[in-house]
């Protein structure tokens, strides 16, 4: 089957040499055309222009073929060539592909029994803590089966993605050195287990500058089964935009110290949240200087939060398009 239940975590740490040996026949590099090679392409952060294909690095998902890697790496094609560390090289189609939360699921067509694949199990990344030594495999600027270590930097991170103007909740910063050609490969926890997917760095040079992100293992989980079904992946949302309280705010408006919740700055018409009744800001009117407070939420479905990060992170990890979810809301009080 394709869809793989999230594995038990084992109490046993390997050394790194072993880790690497254990896993790098499952790690892939992607070649993949671009449809204009004109066009410009962010990849990890840096510009691409004139290429006509783009790099990046993917693992395997399980026994039928599924190579799991980002949807900035295939950039949008068809089909894909799949490149395992023994040189062998196996074309592959697209057969499921999320733009939003960057992720694309290809299948090799054609015999690939030769190459004895080995599914990567994937880990609980709610478990993982900050401090935690991970380690990167990929093929950053073409440099095949390269492995990088760190310790997980932060997590539930919201990560914008400037292509769809979505942004992918609860990711996983490391400073595991993250570099183009990276894209797509996993990072794993010192068992082996796959805790995220490296999608992105933080750069002025579009060169490692200590900061990667990593698409969660639970994203990959809940997403994978679907894009291999269905093609294609709903997203929950509400239909908001909303900013952080600002002490300044709470002076002015007279709310207790260090209140906590979401301004809700616009509604979007039609959209759920305007069917159930939440009340935005008066139109014209920033949620940094109100001329009177729209609504608060302070909790969803009984879970306090204190910014927009909060609202989009629960919904993405814990609900599905048609679910319902109950806001606390201040209302003038």
Same mark, same amino acid.
């Given at each position: ?5 999230l594995?038990?975590?084992s ?6 040499p072993d880790?690497f040996q254990k896993?790098?026949?499952s790690?892939?590099q992607?070649t993949s055309s671009?449809a ?8 990890n952060g840096?510009p691409?222009t004139?290429?006509s294909?783009a790099?990046g690095?993917g693992?395997v998902y399980d026994?039928?073929?599924h190579i799991v890697?980002?949807?900035?790496v295939?950039t949008?094609?068809k089909?894909a060539?799949?490149t395992?560390?023994d040189?062998?090289t196996y074309?592959?189609n ?6 939003n939360s960057d ?5 090799i067509?054609g ?6 694949v080995k ?5 609980n ?23 990088t ?11 914008p ?5 979505f ?6 910063q490391?400073? @595991?050195?993250?570099n183009p /050609?990276n !894209? =797509?490969g996993?990072?794993?926890n010192?068992k082996g287990?796959?805790i *995220?997917?490296? &999608?992105a ?12 992100f990593a698409?969660p293992?639970?994203?990959i989980?809940k997403e994978v089964p679907?894009?291999?079904?269905n093609g294609?992946? @709903?997203h929950?949302w509400? /239909?908001? !935009? =909303?900013g952080?309280?600002t002490p ?5 408006? *007279?709310l207790p &110290? ?6 809700v700055g616009?509604?979007?018409p039609g959209?759920?949240?305007?069917v159930?009744?939440?009340k935005g800001?008066?139109?014209?009117d920033?949620?940094n200087?109100?001329s009177?407070l729209?609504d608060?939420?302070?909790?969803v479905d009984g879970?306090?939060?204190?910014q927009?990060?909060d609202?989009?992170n629960?919904?993405?990890?814990q609900k599905?398009?048609g679910?319902?979810?109950?806001l606390?809301?201040n209302?003038?009080g």
């Amino acid at each position: 089957r394709s869809g793989r239940a999230l594995r038990a975590s084992s109490t046993t740490s390997t050394s790194l040499p072993d880790v690497f040996q254990k896993v790098e026949n499952s790690v892939v590099q992607i070649t993949s055309s671009k449809a204009n090679p004109n066009e410009v392409i962010i990849l990890n952060g840096i510009p691409e222009t004139g290429r006509s294909t783009a790099l990046g690095s993917g693992f395997v998902y399980d026994n039928q073929g599924h190579i799991v890697t980002n949807y900035h790496v295939v950039t949008g094609g068809k089909k894909a060539d799949v490149t395992f560390t023994d040189g062998n090289t196996y074309s592959a189609n697209v057969v499921g592909e999320d733009p939003n939360s960057d992720l694309t699921v290809l299948q090799i067509t054609g015999d690939f029994s030769q190459e004895n694949v080995k599914p990567l199990p994937l880990a609980n990344s709610s478990a993982v803590r900050p401090g935690e030594q991970v380690i990167a495999i990929g093929n950053p600027f073409g440099l095949s089966g390269t492995i990088t270590t760190g310790i997980v930097s932060q997590k539930g991170r919201l990560l914008p993605n400037p292509d769809t103007g979505f942004s992918i909740p609860n990711t996983i910063q490391t400073d @595991a050195a993250i570099n183009p /050609g990276n !894209s =797509g490969g996993p990072l794993l926890n010192t068992k082996g287990q796959v805790i *995220g997917m490296n &999608t992105a760095i933080f750069s002025s040079t579009g060169s490692y500058s200590g900061v990667g992100f990593a698409i969660p293992s639970n994203t990959i989980a809940k997403e994978v089964p679907l894009l291999i079904k269905n093609g294609s992946y @709903a997203h929950p949302w509400l /239909g908001i !935009s =909303g900013g952080k309280i600002t002490p300044d705010l709470t002076r002015a408006m *007279g709310l207790p &110290t260090n209140y906590k919740g979401v301004i809700v700055g616009s509604v979007q018409p039609g959209g759920p949240a305007d069917v159930a009744g939440l009340k935005g800001l008066p139109q014209g009117d920033s949620v940094n200087a109100p001329s009177e407070l729209g609504d608060i939420i302070i909790a969803v479905d009984g879970h306090s939060v204190r910014q927009i990060d909060d609202i989009i992170n629960y919904i993405e990890s814990q609900k599905n398009v048609g679910d319902n979810i109950k806001l606390t809301v201040n209302r003038n009080g």
